[in-house]
């Protein structure tokens, strides 16, 4: 029985890693590609760490399975947060169908600032606070 | 069991290949970079097989430390993108 749930986690966990690379191959701009690698990657090794859990069945391993999906659970999200913003800044181009990109009315490349369109002369004002360090 | 195996490795294998065309083919910098982190991810799940495989629990310990190394690594790509690094894509 138990062989059996590890071999379909394997095997799940392969076919989602195998899709992740289809998708960073064929699709068409970063922010798509960035979208099939971040999630069905961190799902496909989540299932191989499961399975890896399930061979081994003692605590130390466990543990350290369980740890790994954490880590990657918590930090595939922040990285693919983080070259998406350098790839939209350094200029990498969308895709021609793209629908809709709500920071290009905003963003100003050349001075980096990033606009609401609702800045008065009121709130652009420094109010200092008695807490404030300087 | 054995098959299960040499067919989620073989899968992978396929996985790594195909990230690899990405890696060459990639047309700016951040496509590559995508690219080098899904090859860590896959390494990781590579890992985990192989410890089933050999029944070797300390492979584990090279899992964590790859993750661990992708993470900094994108980090410091996506720092370097944002710096205006020199670049030659």
């Known amino acids: ?134 | 069991m054995d098959a299960v195996i040499k067919l989620s490795l073989a899968l992978m294998g396929l996985a790594l290949c195909l990230a690899f065309v990405r890696l060459i083919k990639g047309p700016s910098l951040p496509d590559r970079v995508v690219a080098l982190e899904l090859f860590s991810t896959l390494i990781v799940g590579i890992i985990g097989v192989i410890s089933i495989h050999t029944d070797v629990a300390s492979f584990l310990d090279v899992t964590i430390v790859m993750a661990l190394m992708a993470f900094l690594a994108a980090i410091g790509f996506a720092r370097f993108l944002e710096r205006g690094g020199p670049r030659d894509d």
């Not at chain 1, 880590?71 to 983080?82: D, K, S």
């Open chain 1, 1 to 134: 029985m138990i062989e059996v749930i590890k071999g379909t986690l394997l095997l799940s966990g392969a076919v989602f890693m195998l899709l992740a690379a289809v998708g960073v191959l064929r699709l068409p701009d970063l922010l798509t590609r960035m979208h099939a690698t971040t999630k069905a990657a961190a799902l496909g090794v989540s299932l191989v760490m499961v399975a890896v859990a399930l061979h081994f069945a003692e605590v130390a391993v466990v543990a350290r399975a369980f740890g790994v999906i954490v880590f990657i659970l918590m930090t595939a999200p922040v990285a693919a947060h983080v070259i998406g913003r350098a790839g939209y800044f350094v200029g990498s181009r969308l895709w021609s169908g793209t629908v809709k990109d709500e920071l290009r009315p905003n963003y100003d490349p050349l001075t980096h600032e990033l606009k609401s369109g609702l800045e008065t002369e009121a709130n652009a004002r420094r109010r200092p606070r008695e807490d404030d360090p300087d």
